[in-house]
Each structure stands twice: as structure tokens, then as C-alpha cells.
């Protein structure tokens, strides 16, 4: 029975040999399901008398070139990357959305001319259309590379993007993406947030909302799009930068470097944020720091009994307490309610009163750090910085090497928190200690210490 099942399974694979090899042979194998079914056997064109195909034919005939490096291509395009960085004060995810388009599209040149589109596809009014500088077709974009030398480059490739930013077809598409095209030139260099997503909303353009969280306010959030534009734009120090691209990737979890890194390179290898810190704010290295000493150093007086106190007159107690008991209860009014006690409750109240002052101080160097005018500081990137790391807590899931920041800004939301809780202990213990010292002194009078 089993050689018979051996048999068997020996015949199987014959059997399945012609089907597995017809499968190698045949031109609709799985893998090419995504090409092309039909062909011509390519084009061929005479170049100087010879017949060759009409794929290697040299640029200057006008063919199309496909461009390999759409990263390489988009810097060295005029204007384009400053007109992101721009957009980027205002709206990062605008100025995201319309880099990715273009990184994720089929870029082609072309020294010929482009037809130009029909009227009726394009625009309903206006002036008639003279020179095509670009075709984009789905994911497809030509351009023209004469017509495209003697224009406002930024604005070309923003244009492009935008088509597959904002929905709808036909005419008034292209009318849509004219008019925010117009909106970003005619408004340059005082973009306005409202505004801007106003003219978004109306013109149906959706973008992913990467850098933009519910919950900051309008305060915030203004903060950590001048530092997104202030990393790409290359403002400031590298290690202020690398603070800012590391910040924002904390509060987002998502890779700044990766979705802009052409545009702008730095090495944030071993960085050290503390000095960054310092420069901008002394004051708030020092206070930080003495706010955690203070915390980890405050000296908490020991729990004590809480002596009830009697409902009964003195004389109670000297007809039906005995000696003993007099004694035990007087030795716990001077531990209780003592000199010693007394001073442990001051000595804490001081350090409690010094951890205030020293909050104080921390709470109005943060208020005036975060109404700085970056533009006008010293290193933009470094105010910028740590503008964002107060007003932001710091996420657990941050780089090691920057949380070494945390004692200098983590610890004062801790340690102010802390504070408040210490307060409502000392009130608790200093209201036990006050009863104490009425109870013992309705039984044994003020001198019960002796």
C-alpha cells in the first residue's frame, strides 16, 4: 500500500510537469499582469539614413526623457524649494503634500513643444492659452524645457502638484488650481494660517494632516510650524535644527528627515541640547535644575500621632486618669505636639516657601521665552527650540540624547505638580500639629513640655 501511494505521487508530478513548464513560457505569467498585453514590435525611425528604434533616439529629436532623480530635478528647479519653505510658516502639511506629489510622479522633459490644450478643457474665460509648459496626465508629468527655462519655475511644479492635491476635473478644476497658485504668489512672503487653509477649503484640496494635531492651540501650533520652516529652510544652528526635526518628531512620530531630507541635510548624530538650551535661556538651565535639588532634597517631617482631642475638662483627668497614663499622654504631647516637631514644620515650611520662589521664577521665564520673536534672535532655530519644548511636553518615546533636556524643562511641570501636592501636605500636617498642641495644653496647660 504505501509503494503504491509513492506510485502514485510519482505520477502526480509528471503529470504536472507540461503545466509547469507551459507556465514559464507563457507571455501572461502572473509577474507581468501589470504591463501590457499588446505590442507593435517598437517604432523605428531613420536617424541619418539608418533605421534604428525609435526608443534610442537622442533627446535633441524630441522625444520624451524620463527624469530618474524627481529629488535632484525639484532642487535645482528656481525658487521651488524657498516657495516650500515659505509655505511651510504658514502651512507645513501644504508644503509636505505638495513635495510628496511630485516625489511620487512620473517626471518627463521634452525639448519639443507641447501642444496646447483646448479651451474648453482648461479654462472657460480668460486669455487664450499660447505656450504648453506642462501636461500632467494621472501620475505623468511633462515638461517643457524651453518654455519651462523662461518662467517662474516654483510656481510651474507647484501648479503640477496641486492638481493632485485639489479634487473635481474639467475646466473649473484648472480654474481651482490657478486660483491658490495665485493665492501663493500674490501672498508670498506674508502667508497668513487662517487664510491660507480657508483658500484650501474652498478650492476642495485635500492634504494629509501630518504636522497639524487637535488639541494645540492656535499659540502652539504657530510655535512648531515656524520650527518645521525653520529646519527646512536652514535657519539657525545645525545642533538648533536638529533639536527642532527631533522635537517635532517626538510630538508627531514620524520622520521629518525622510519626507524632506533632499531639500535639506544636516547630521544630528550626538547632539548635545543642553547647551542649546542654556544659550537661549540661562535662567531656565538654573532654575530647572535647583527645582529638581530642592525636590529630591526637601525633608519631610515624619508622620505623627494625632492626639484626639478631649471632650472632657481637665479636671476629668485628674479624678479618673491614673499616673500612668498621665505620664504616656504628656510623653506624647512633647513628641507630638513639641519644640522639635515644631521646628521640623518650620524647617519644611522654608524649603517649601524656596521651592515656590524658585517656580515663580521658572513659570516667568517660560511666559517670556515663549513671546520671543524668533526672526529676531540671536539663532531663530535655538529660540525656536525651546519655545517648543515649553510649550509641548516631551514624549517618552524621544532619542535618549534628547531627553538629556529633560532636567532642564521636564522637571518643572513635575516639579510644580510635586509643589502642589507638598503644600496640601504641609497645610494637613500643620493643622495636626496646631490641634495637638490645644489638646495637650486644655489638659496639662502650657507648660506641658516640662
Same mark, same amino acid.
Given at each position: 500500500?504505501?509503494?503504491?501511494?509513492? #506510485?502514485?505521487?510519482?505520477?502526480? =508530478?509528471?503529470?504536472?510537469?507540461?503545466?509547469?513548464?507551459?507556465?514559464?513560457?507563457?507571455?501572461?505569467?502572473?509577474?507581468?499582469?501589470?504591463?501590457?498585453?499588446?505590442?507593435?514590435?517598437?517604432? @523605428?525611425?531613420?536617424?541619418?539614413?539608418?533605421?534604428?528604434?525609435?526608443?534610442?533616439?537622442?533627446?535633441?529629436?524630441?522625444?520624451?526623457?524620463?527624469?530618474?532623480?524627481?529629488?535632484?530635478?525639484?532642487?535645482?528647479?528656481?525658487?521651488?524649494?524657498?516657495?516650500? $519653505?515659505?509655505?511651510?510658516?504658514?502651512?507645513?502639511?501644504?508644503?509636505?503634500?505638495?513635495?510628496?506629489?511630485?516625489?511620487?510622479?512620473?517626471?518627463?522633459?521634452?525639448?519639443?513643444?507641447?501642444?496646447?490644450?483646448?479651451?474648453?478643457?482648461?479654462?472657460?474665460?480668460? *486669455?487664450?492659452?499660447?505656450?504648453?509648459?506642462?501636461?500632467? &496626465?494621472?501620475?505623468?508629468?511633462?515638461?517643457?524645457?524651453?518654455?519651462?527655462?523662461?518662467?517662474?519655475?516654483?510656481?510651474?511644479?507647484?501648479?503640477?502638484?496641486?492638481?493632485?492635491?485639489?479634487?473635481?476635473?474639467?475646466?473649473?478644476?484648472?480654474?481651482?488650481?490657478?486660483?491658490?497658485?495665485?493665492?501663493?504668489?500674490?501672498?508670498?512672503?506674508?502667508?497668513?494660517?487662517?487664510?491660507? &487653509?480657508?483658500?484650501?477649503?474652498?478650492?476642495?484640496?485635500?492634504?494629509?494632516?501630518?504636522?497639524?494635531?487637535?488639541?494645540?492651540?492656535?499659540?502652539?501650533?504657530?510655535?512648531?510650524?515656524? @520650527?518645521?520652516? =525653520?529646519?527646512?529652510?536652514?535657519?539657525?544652528? &545645525?545642533?538648533?535644527?536638529? @533639536?527642532?526635526?527631533?522635537?517635532?518628531?517626538?510630538?508627531?512620530?514620524?520622520?521629518?528627515?525622510?519626507?524632506?531630507?533632499? *531639500? #535639506?541635510?544636516?547630521?544630528?548624530?550626538?547632539?548635545?541640547? #543642553?547647551?542649546?538650551?542654556?544659550?537661549?535661556?540661562?535662567?531656565?538651565?538654573?532654575?530647572?535644575?535647583?527645582?529638581?535639588?530642592?525636590?529630591?532634597?526637601?525633608?519631610?517631617?515624619?508622620?505623627?500621632?494625632?492626639?484626639?482631642?478631649?471632650?472632657?475638662?481637665?479636671?476629668?483627668?485628674?479624678?479618673?486618669?491614673?499616673?500612668?497614663?498621665?505620664?504616656?499622654?504628656?510623653?506624647?504631647?512633647?513628641?507630638?505636639?513639641?519644640?522639635?516637631?515644631?521646628?521640623?514644620?518650620?524647617?519644611?515650611?522654608?524649603?517649601?516657601?524656596?521651592?515656590?520662589?524658585?517656580?515663580?521664577?521658572?513659570?516667568?521665564?517660560?511666559?517670556?521665552?515663549?513671546?520671543?520673536?524668533?526672526?529676531?534672535?540671536?539663532?531663530?532655530?535655538?529660540?525656536?527650540?525651546?519655545?517648543?519644548?515649553?510649550?509641548? *511636553?516631551?514624549?517618552?518615546?524621544?532619542?535618549?540624547?534628547?531627553?538629556?533636556?529633560?532636567?532642564?524643562?521636564?522637571?518643572?511641570?513635575?516639579?510644580? !505638580?510635586?509643589?502642589?501636592?507638598?503644600?496640601?501636605?504641609?497645610?494637613?500636617?500643620?493643622?495636626?500639629? !496646631? $490641634?495637638?498642641?490645644?489638646?495637650?495644653?486644655?489638659?496639662?496647660?502650657?507648660?506641658?513640655?516640662?
Amino acid at each position: 500500500m504505501k509503494n503504491k501511494r509513492m #506510485i502514485d505521487k510519482k505520477w502526480m =508530478a509528471l503529470m504536472m510537469l507540461p503545466v509547469t513548464l507551459a507556465s514559464f513560457s507563457s507571455p501572461t505569467m502572473s509577474w507581468a499582469r501589470g504591463g501590457h498585453a499588446e505590442g507593435n514590435g517598437g517604432d @523605428g525611425v531613420y536617424v541619418e539614413g539608418k533605421l534604428t528604434l525609435r526608443d534610442f533616439i537622442d533627446s535633441n529629436s524630441g522625444r520624451l526623457v524620463q527624469i530618474y532623480d524627481n529629488a535632484e530635478f525639484l532642487k535645482s528647479a528656481k525658487d521651488f524649494i524657498p516657495l516650500l $519653505q515659505d509655505i511651510a510658516f504658514a502651512n507645513p502639511d501644504l508644503a509636505l503634500g505638495i513635495w510628496n506629489q511630485l516625489m511620487e510622479a512620473r517626471l518627463w522633459k521634452t525639448r519639443t513643444s507641447l501642444p496646447v490644450l483646448p479651451d474648453g478643457v482648461t479654462a472657460y474665460v480668460g *486669455p487664450k492659452a499660447e505656450v504648453q509648459i506642462a501636461i500632467r &496626465e494621472d501620475n505623468d508629468i511633462v515638461i517643457s524645457q524651453d518654455a519651462f527655462a523662461r518662467v517662474e519655475q516654483s510656481y510651474v511644479l507647484a501648479h503640477e502638484a496641486l492638481h493632485g492635491v485639489i479634487d473635481g476635473k474639467g475646466a473649473m478644476h484648472h480654474e481651482r488650481v490657478r486660483a491658490v497658485v495665485r493665492y501663493l504668489r500674490d501672498n508670498r512672503g506674508k502667508y497668513n494660517s487662517d487664510e491660507l &487653509e480657508r483658500v484650501l477649503v474652498k478650492n476642495g484640496a485635500y492634504v494629509s494632516r501630518r504636522f497639524s494635531v487637535i488639541g494645540f492651540d492656535k499659540e502652539v501650533q504657530e510655535i512648531i510650524n515656524s @520650527g518645521i520652516a =525653520a529646519y527646512l529652510k536652514g535657519t539657525g544652528s &545645525e545642533k538648533a535644527r536638529c @533639536g527642532i526635526k527631533e522635537a517635532i518628531e517626538s510630538i508627531y512620530f514620524t520622520d521629518i528627515s525622510r519626507n524632506f531630507a533632499p *531639500p #535639506i541635510n544636516v547630521n544630528c548624530e550626538e547632539q548635545d541640547y #543642553i547647551s542649546t538650551v542654556r544659550e537661549v535661556s540661562p535662567v531656565l538651565g538654573e532654575v530647572a535644575v535647583k527645582m529638581k535639588q530642592n525636590l529630591n532634597t526637601v525633608k519631610r517631617p515624619f508622620d505623627f500621632e494625632w492626639l484626639i482631642r478631649s471632650v472632657y475638662k481637665p479636671s476629668w483627668w485628674s479624678r479618673n486618669a491614673d499616673e500612668t497614663v498621665m505620664t504616656n499622654f504628656r510623653n506624647s504631647c512633647k513628641v507630638d505636639a513639641g519644640v522639635k516637631k515644631r521646628k521640623e514644620l518650620a524647617d519644611y515650611r522654608a524649603q517649601v516657601t524656596e521651592m515656590l520662589e524658585i517656580e515663580g521664577r521658572a513659570k516667568t521665564e517660560v511666559k517670556r521665552i515663549k513671546s520671543i520673536d524668533a526672526s529676531l534672535s540671536f539663532d531663530p532655530a535655538a529660540t525656536l527650540f525651546v519655545q517648543i519644548l515649553t510649550s509641548i *511636553p516631551l514624549s517618552r518615546h524621544s532619542p535618549e540624547r534628547f531627553v538629556q533636556v529633560s532636567p532642564y524643562l521636564e522637571n518643572i511641570d513635575q516639579t510644580i !505638580q510635586s509643589t502642589t501636592e507638598i503644600l496640601n501636605d504641609l497645610s494637613s500636617l500643620e493643622q495636626r500639629f !496646631q $490641634q495637638n498642641v490645644q489638646t495637650c495644653t486644655e489638659v496639662f496647660g502650657t507648660d506641658y513640655e516640662k
